[in-house]
């Protein structure tokens, strides 16, 4: 059998195919690239944005004109929440959350009776498969923060948290596998541990428990953390990362607004003061901590000074990248229903002027880190010129003029200048280095 898949969104949905793949291959699939004849395409779909399911909409018709006769499954977000949606012909199976991880039996048995062609290609490694240099390890599932714009809890079912041992075993075979950094995601990951939330109910921890338990874990590794919410951060949280150097200090905070009066229309449990408190208490731990976040533009009923607070606040943060994001109606959410909704052409140059502040910040932030020397995970490019991410999340170039560097290698890099040419859509600074002798 012959397989191919494709993944659309966020990290879980990374972290999700590579687990389907592997059973595949287990069962002795050979696993092609999507773009080839297959006999199964399973695509991971995303529905977090009208754009994402249109994209989900999209390469589930790209895989039906590469291989007419082939099995198409649209599996996740999208599959949960619009079944059926696309023309007869399309799509043979829809897939949801809850049923991901049985994809290969279904397969199986919806193909017990087809004769598949005898294929001659050599069969690709994992290491083939995968060809990263960091690993995501998924913690927890689920969220129930009911963001007034947001359908992923209605798609991802209830919170449930990864065994703590099943976290340490899996980072194990990820670090003797010679992967140097592990991201912890999830969909909420900072519901982590949260009561009832574990599989057996006289297992419990934090978040901060999971990353102590994990840095005492031999190797040569770092840990970083996706998306969280501001309201993790507790002193509690904060002693906890500060007796461990194996966590990356960079954290993305979600912010979404910078007024206290959108958060509150959003449902999100924070207020703009709270926001800048957590970013503080982090900035104890490490003056140096990187931050990164998201901002939602042109929710429904948000003012000018409701927008001027956000470009205020991007200033005021300081961030080191911010993703900016339009308003996306999302049917079934509460701010679907609302009568105020703002206009594209309103959208659209709110958007541009917020990535313009976004650019300015990050480029007046990045002057505090030149001429620093930070750890370095070197990930693409040759031997002379290598690219990557500090533990802060800074993207930089480093140059060896003895071409020693190799991918998936942690080097320290005394950062010298900054690109303002490679900046990605005038939200990343790219730092410019040199490697350190010793």
Do not use: W
């Not at 010679?178 to 991201?183: A, P, R, T």
């Not at 995601?185 to 009832?196: A, E, L, M, Q």
């Not at 990187?290 to 929710?299: A, N, P, Q, W, Y």
């Amino acid at each position: 059998m012959r397989a191919a898949f494709y993944t659309l969104g966020c990290k879980v949905n990374s972290y999700e195919t590579e687990k389907i793949q592997q059973m595949f291959a287990a069962d002795g699939a050979l696993i092609v690239p999507f773009e080839e004849q297959a006999d199964v395409y399973v695509v991971n779909t995303c529905t977090v944005t009208q754009i994402a399911a249109k994209k989900s909409r999209q390469i589930l018709h790209r895989a039906r004109r590469l291989s007419p006769d082939a099995l198409i499954i649209a599996a996740g977000c999208y599959a949960d929440e619009s079944p059926g949606a696309l023309p007869d012909g399309v799509v043979d199976l829809y897939i949801g959350n809850a049923d991901k991880m049985r994809i290969p039996e279904i397969v199986k048995e919806r193909l017990k009776d087809r004769p598949l062609p005898v294929c001659d290609c050599p069969v690709r490694t994992q290491e083939q498969i995968q060809d990263r240099t960091r690993a995501v390890l998924k913690i927890q599932d689920g969220c129930r923060q009911f963001c007034t714009y947001c359908i992923i809890p209605f798609v991802r079912g209830p919170l449930k948290s990864r065994p703590v041992q099943e976290c340490v075993e899996e980072t194990e075979r990820l670090v003797r596998d010679g992967y140097h950094e592990i991201v912890l995601t999830g969909i909420h990951v900072s519901s982590y541990g949260r009561k009832g939330t574990f599989p057996d109910p006289e297992e419990n921890g934090s978040l901060g428990d999971l990353i102590l338990k994990l840095s005492e874990i031999p190797g040569d590794f770092r840990i970083r953390l996706s998306s969280l919410e501001p309201g993790i951060v507790t002193r509690d949280f904060v002693t906890k990362i500060s007796q461990t150097d194996r966590l990356c200090m960079h954290f993305h905070l979600s912010l979404q607004s910078g007024s206290g009066k959108v958060l509150r229309e959003m449902n999100r449990h924070y207020t703009p003061e709270e926001y800048l408190e957590a970013m503080h208490m982090l900035r104890e731990v490490d003056p140096d901590t990187g931050f990164t976040t998201d901002l939602i533009v042109g929710f429904p009923g948000e003012t000018e000074e409701d927008f001027r607070q956000s470009l205020d606040f991007i200033g005021k943060a300081a961030f080191n990248r911010v993703h900016v994001f339009k308003y996306s109606r999302r049917p079934g959410t509460g701010a679907a229903r609302r009568t105020d909704q703002i206009p594209e052409e309103v959208k659209h140059e709110r958007s541009r002027l917020a990535i313009a502040k976004a650019r300015e910040t990050a480029e007046r932030n990045a002057e505090r880190y030149l001429g620093t020397v930070r750890e370095m995970l070197l990930e693409t490019g040759d031997t002379g010129r290598m690219e990557g991410y500090t533990r802060e999340y800074l993207r930089t170039v480093v140059t060896d003029p003895r071409d020693t560097l190799s991918p998936n290698t942690l080097v320290r890099v005394r950062l010298n200048g900054i690109d303002r040419t490679q900046t990605a859509s005038g939200e990343e600074v790219c730092f410019t280095g040199g490697v350190e002798i010793g």
